[in-house]
């Protein structure tokens, strides 16, 4: 046992005075690492001047989906014998049930809608996309290249070169990828937060509010597209329907006049003027029931529109990523004066296998 432990013993007592010797050695390279603590200062401080912050613009907003039934249940079946469904699209939340709306703010239709919006910026009204190109300094890139120079983006996507599409596609990924972050605060809330980060502050903000804007237009347009389509047939015909009855009371008053003192032994004068009661009354009958219609799809149609309430707007000064002198200029002493112990070390452990 004595013989087993003596060699660990040594081996101990060696590691101690390696690293005593290093120790020593490190203190000795003092000047060099000194110099290295100064230069890495002066990267550090030099760093935080010429970096520009990245701002964060935050926008949170609470969803309730309108899409459950609720009290319209007790309407459906009565609905349902007029011919009308204001049940069924209320008992699914078709094609944004769960978190399809996060993926909408990624998508590229709603991202160009909002690049291709024109924004009030410090009173000047300026699309977001040549704004983004500006800041970019794209433009003075593409001075040599005869299709980008003086690209426009004024005209409707539909009419885009494959050059604008291509340069749209591109903005959209960056954004996807690195500049655009969508997500839900906790699973089990309804608050979503949606983050846009850029390099121009008011750039960030704008871009923000706009896409925040136009996804939630388009989602509460969407969901209640059925219904409106619904309302809209149905006023159509109780406008129809009522151009009809207006006229058939009229008409009975014609025929009325038209025999004001009829002999009664005389049946066959009355016939006109019955026949015009009748549509006067098939004609009211048929009002009250689309009206009925009408009024609960309207009801279906408040059912089903989502509340969207915005909770919070990015509001000037914006969070930004931008480092402080002070933190630059000791991250780089630090930084550096590492990197120097480092190198000497791996210095002297090279010259030691070579000895």
């Not at 500006?134 to 001075?143: E, P």
């Amino acid at each position: 046992m004595d013989k087993n432990i003596e060699p660990e013993e040594i081996s101990v007592k060696q590691l101690v005075q390696k690293m005593q010797d290093v120790i020593r050695y490190i203190k000795s390279k003092w000047k060099i690492i000194l110099v290295g603590i100064i230069i890495g200062a002066i990267l550090g401080f030099s760093y935080s001047i010429f970096k520009k912050p990245t701002y964060q613009a935050v926008s949170t907003f609470v969803l309730e989906d309108g899409s459950k039934g609720g009290g319209l249940g007790q309407y459906a079946g009565l609905a349902s014998l007029a011919g009308v469904d204001i049940g069924g699209s209320m008992g699914n939340s078709g094609i944004f049930q769960g978190d399809n709306i996060l993926e909408l703010y990624k998508s590229r239709t709603m991202l160009e809608k909002t690049l291709l919006s024109t924004v009030n910026i410090n009173g000047k009204q300026q699309m977001l996309i040549d704004r983004y190109i500006d800041f970019n300094k794209l433009r003075s890139k593409w001075q040599d290249n005869k299709d980008l120079k003086n690209i426009s983006f004024s005209d409707k996507p539909e009419k885009f070169s494959r050059t604008q599409d291509s340069i749209v596609t591109n903005i959209v990924e960056l954004f996807n990828k690195k500049l655009l972050s969508v997500s839900k605060i906790d699973k089990k809330l309804s608050i979503i937060r949606v983050e846009v980060s850029s390099k121009d502050e008011l750039f960030a903000r704008a871009f923000n509010i706009k896409l925040v804007e136009t996804v939630n237009d388009f989602y509460s347009q969407t969901k209640t597209k059925k219904s409106n389509q619904n309302i809209q047939v149905l006023q159509h015909q109780a406008d129809s329907v009522r151009q009809v009855l207006n006229n058939s009371i009229g008409g009975v008053a014609s025929a009325m006049d038209a025999s004001p003192n009829a002999n009664p032994a005389l049946l066959v004068l009355k016939v006109a003027s019955q026949r015009k009661q009748v549509d006067v009354q098939a004609s009211t009958a048929i009002y009250g029931e689309i009206v009925k219609n009408l009024e609960l799809t309207r009801l279906s149609l408040r059912q089903e529109t989502p509340l969207i309430q915005i909770i919070d707007q990015p509001v000037l000064p914006l969070d930004n990523d931008k480092l402080s002198k002070i933190k630059g200029t000791i991250l780089g002493g630090i930084l550096c004066a590492l990197a120097v112990v480092f190198g000497l070390l791996l210095t002297k452990v090279f010259r030691g296998m070579a000895g």
